[in-house]
């Protein structure tokens, strides 16, 4: 588990935008735990590693207070992935990574929300379920992590589909939370045993889908109680972020031959073109009140690492944001 003393706050000058860019002063940005997975050595198979004595990286949005850049002026708010500054140098072209995408004006939707309900990760329990998952007709749904910025909105999503949605969490008051005000038809604490008998108290009947965010125990365990040709979306192993060795697989994996299964890993950004679509409909559940979306919000830039280790402690619920400057739009 990273510790306060692994992080440097910095201060460095600031460039002036040239030809192509845009300076931006960030208000908002997220905490991931795909951070975690850049502070190993090598970094990921699809994210490379930090690098010592150079700022993070994480998605964030901001004000335009110089723009050399066509279809960008100042003023124009922007999301982009150079999270963990105060101000970032971007190229608008994206050559040296993902460009900037300029927030629309007139939706009614703060900027933050684009880090939320309206990002990466609202796209990310979409699609996982959508597109991955193939949800079908009664199908019964399991979802770990349900009060997590993913699974929140996984857990909601597939109530609005009309299915029976279990889910887990790390403390009895997520699970209330899971339960009261995110509309689940049950829940568990996964501290409160083994994850077998858990899952199985709540689905005697068993699941077709599961929406994994940890991996692990609760992965074994939804492949115990997987109907034939369930379907597993596998979006995280948060569980073994933080392990000093290798995490072995599955030991029941062979249930996927006999039942038929299907374990289907992906990105959100191998769904990329589904952004449009997931937006409009996200924003009017959003708008009508049947998405709820939960936010943990630190306050200054120096809070970072420690919004970084309470998502790893679980003290979060929903989406965990770090406000570095105040946002005009939101007063």
């Given at each position: 588990?990273?510790?306060?003393?692994?992080?440097?706050?910095?201060?460095?000058?600031?460039?002036?935008?040239?030809?192509?860019?845009?300076?931006?002063?960030?208000?908002?940005?997220?905490?991931?735990?795909?951070?975690?997975?850049?502070?190993?050595?090598?970094?990921?198979?699809?994210?490379?590693?930090?690098?010592?004595?150079?700022?993070?990286?994480?998605?964030?949005?901001?004000?335009?207070?110089?723009?050399?850049?066509?279809?960008?002026?100042?003023?124009?708010?922007?999301?982009?992935?150079?999270?963990?500054?105060?101000?970032?140098?971007?190229?608008?072209?994206?050559?040296?990574?993902?460009?900037?995408?300029?927030?629309?004006?007139?939706?009614?939707?703060?900027?933050?929300?684009?880090?939320?309900?309206?990002?990466?990760?609202?796209?990310?329990?979409?699609?996982?379920?959508?597109?991955?998952?193939?949800?079908?007709?009664?199908?019964?749904?399991?979802?770990?992590?349900?009060?997590?910025?993913?699974?929140?909105?996984?857990?909601?999503?597939?109530?609005?589909?009309?299915?029976?949605?279990?889910?887990?969490?790390?403390?009895?008051?997520?699970?209330?939370?899971?339960?009261?005000?995110?509309?689940?038809?049950?829940?568990?604490?996964?501290?409160?045993?083994?994850?077998?008998?858990?899952?199985?108290?709540?689905?005697?009947?068993?699941?077709?889908?599961?929406?994994?965010?940890?991996?692990?125990?609760?992965?074994?365990?939804?492949?115990?109680?997987?109907?034939?040709?369930?379907?597993?979306?596998?979006?995280?192993?948060?569980?073994?972020?933080?392990?000093?060795?290798?995490?072995?697989?599955?030991?029941?994996?062979?249930?996927?031959?006999?039942?038929?299964?299907?374990?289907?890993?992906?990105?959100?950004?191998?769904?990329?073109?589904?952004?449009?679509?997931?937006?409009?409909?996200?924003?009017?559940?959003?708008?009508?009140?049947?998405?709820?979306?939960?936010?943990?919000?630190?306050?200054?830039?120096?809070?970072?690492?420690?919004?970084?280790?309470?998502?790893?402690?679980?003290?979060?619920?929903?989406?965990?944001?770090?406000?570095?400057?105040?946002?005009p739009e939101e007063g």
């Open positions: 588990m990273p510790g306060e003393d692994d992080f440097e706050l910095a201060e460095v000058p600031v460039a002036a935008a040239a030809d192509g860019q845009l300076l931006v002063r960030n208000t908002w940005m997220s905490v991931d735990p795909s951070a975690r997975l850049r502070m190993q050595q090598n970094g990921s198979p699809y994210l490379p590693a930090f690098r010592l004595g150079e700022a993070l990286e994480g998605w964030a949005v901001g004000e335009v207070i110089e723009s050399r850049a066509l279809g960008f002026a100042v003023g124009d708010r922007v999301l982009h992935p150079l999270g963990w500054r105060e101000y970032a140098l971007l190229d608008a072209a994206g050559a040296a990574g993902t460009p900037p995408e300029l927030i629309p004006t007139g939706d009614g939707a703060p900027a933050r929300r684009y880090l939320g309900a309206l990002s990466w990760v609202g796209l990310t329990a979409y699609v996982g379920l959508f597109d991955v998952a193939e949800l079908r007709p009664a199908d019964i749904v399991f979802v770990s992590a349900g009060a997590g910025a993913v699974g929140g909105l996984a857990v909601q999503i597939a109530k609005l589909s009309g299915h029976r949605v279990i889910a887990s969490a790390g403390s009895g008051e997520k699970v209330s939370y899971i339960l009261d005000v995110l509309g689940a038809d049950a829940a568990f604490c996964y501290r409160d045993g083994p994850a077998i008998e858990l899952l199985r108290d709540c689905a005697p009947e068993g699941i077709d889908v599961y929406f994994d965010n940890v991996g692990g125990e609760q992965l074994e365990a939804a492949l115990d109680v997987m109907r034939p040709r369930g379907r597993v979306a596998l979006c995280g192993a948060i569980s073994a972020y933080n392990g000093e060795h290798r995490v072995p697989g599955p030991g029941n994996l062979f249930n996927a031959v006999t039942m038929g299964l299907t374990l289907r890993g992906f990105l959100a950004r191998m769904y990329a073109h589904r952004m449009p679509a997931f937006r409009d409909q996200m924003r009017s559940w959003v708008e009508d009140g049947r998405i709820v979306y939960a936010e943990q919000c630190y306050s200054g830039l120096e809070q970072a690492p420690r919004a970084l280790m309470d998502l790893f402690a679980g003290r979060n619920v929903g989406k965990v944001l770090v406000q570095i400057a105040d946002d």
